[in-house]
């Protein structure tokens, strides 16, 4: 009997529904049904936790913003440089909203939805509307079908060689370091989150909530610019916002783009399978955890969502054999995740360019 995945109506997130084992899932292996219930126990929300993490996160920004915005006037290297360890605290911030997004932030709906609101208007990445689509992205995540909401665009071995040469070149383009982690996470930032581009049924209600998330925005900018120097508050918030985006992007596609992941199309697709080997498990030193909301432990927030992000080490220490079936990924061997382009269905595993062009040529990409 498959593990069976609803979504629970109140809260939209991922519940596991009397799980059993994995005999027949491509993992083969089997995880008993108590290891998987087990988990449960870390979704209980920790009120002063979250409280303190609120506070942690914020004012550590706000100061080091204003710092920023002081510092310009002497020098704009110590501006950026402060811009980058503050992107890190909007990071955290970010993990703070997401937590909000999933419902497992604190118990009480309003404040999670007030408070998720306000991490929006730093973070630039609307609420609700964006975590209708990291919704999506949890309940078919790996699924070959749905790669366009919530995910980055991979194309499979086949798919490519389908492709003529001017979309070959559109791809690799699409696919290259400067788009991918330079302007791709700004494009992100700046029109996919503010215009609403997904044309999905369940994205109707939401759609409203990106209007007022933009017009909150531009209020608060057009405020703050009449209030400070107008170009020193741009500069100084772009010093923060950029790095950000480039972190956050960064950090998605280590987690779901490492060489060992999990791609399937919707009839052999597994839940569970897509959670443990479809995300990677970031072992990054301990200060970039704390700084990142502990989301390199990625895959134990894929088997479940609804565990805050402050209880997912907890969650790891005490369950090792998590680690089992994922992919670990140090810093240094993260960055060679850069190369890897196109999902080979053969070999089950992510490629480069350069591999592809060996295979092509050996006539078996087919």
């Not at 593990?3 to 899932?25: A, F, G, H, R, Y």
Request: aromatic share 14%; hydrophobic share 45%.
């Amino acid at each position: 009997m498959n593990i069976i995945i609803e979504q629970n109506p109140k809260s939209e997130s991922i519940v596991i529904v009397n799980p059993n084992t994995l005999k027949d899932m491509s993992l083969n292996v089997e995880i008993p049904n108590k290891l998987v219930s087990s988990l449960s126990k870390y979704t209980k929300p920790k009120t002063g936790v979250a409280i303190r993490q609120i506070f942690n996160s914020f004012l550590p920004f706000v100061a080091l913003w204003i710092l920023m915005y002081i510092s310009y006037d002497y020098s704009v290297f110590i501006t950026f440089g402060l811009g980058l360890i503050n992107a890190f605290f909007l990071v955290r911030i970010f993990i703070i909203q997401h937590d909000c997004g999933h419902r497992s932030f604190l118990k009480s709906n309003t404040a999670r939805n007030i408070i998720g609101f306000c991490c929006s208007m730093v973070s630039m990445i609307p609420y609700k509307y964006w975590a209708k689509s990291h919704h999506i992205h949890h309940a078919n995540n790996g699924m070959l079908e749905l790669r366009d909401i919530g995910d980055i665009n991979t194309l499979t071995v086949a798919e490519y060689t389908s492709l003529t040469k001017w979309e070959r070149f559109k791809y690799k383009v699409y696919r290259s370091p400067l788009v991918m982690f330079v302007l791709g996470p700004l494009y992100y930032i700046l029109i996919h989150n503010r215009l609403p581009l997904i044309n999905l049924v369940q994205f109707k209600k939401v759609k409203k909530t990106l209007i007022w998330n933009n017009l909150a925005l531009v209020t608060i900018f057009i405020g703050l610019s009449l209030t400070l120097n107008w170009w020193k508050f741009f500069v100084t918030h772009a010093a923060v916002m950029v790095p950000f985006a480039i972190i956050a992007i960064w950090f998605f596609y280590v987690q779901h783009q490492h060489e060992e992941a999990y791609k399937a199309w919707k009839d052999k697709w597994d839940y569970v399978t897509s959670a443990l080997r479809g995300s990677s498990y970031y072992k990054v030193p301990r200060i970039f955890n704390w700084l990142t909301g502990n989301i390199g432990i990625h895959h134990i927030h894929h088997l479940n969502p609804a565990i805050p992000n402050y209880n997912l080490k907890q969650c790891i220490n005490e369950n090792p054999w998590l680690n089992k079936y994922t992919t670990v990924i140090g810093f240094w061997e993260s960055l060679k995740l850069a190369s890897h382009k196109l999902w080979d269905e053969k070999s089950n595993r992510m490629i480069t360019f350069k591999e592809f062009r060996m295979i092509e040529q050996m006539g078996i990409t087919a």
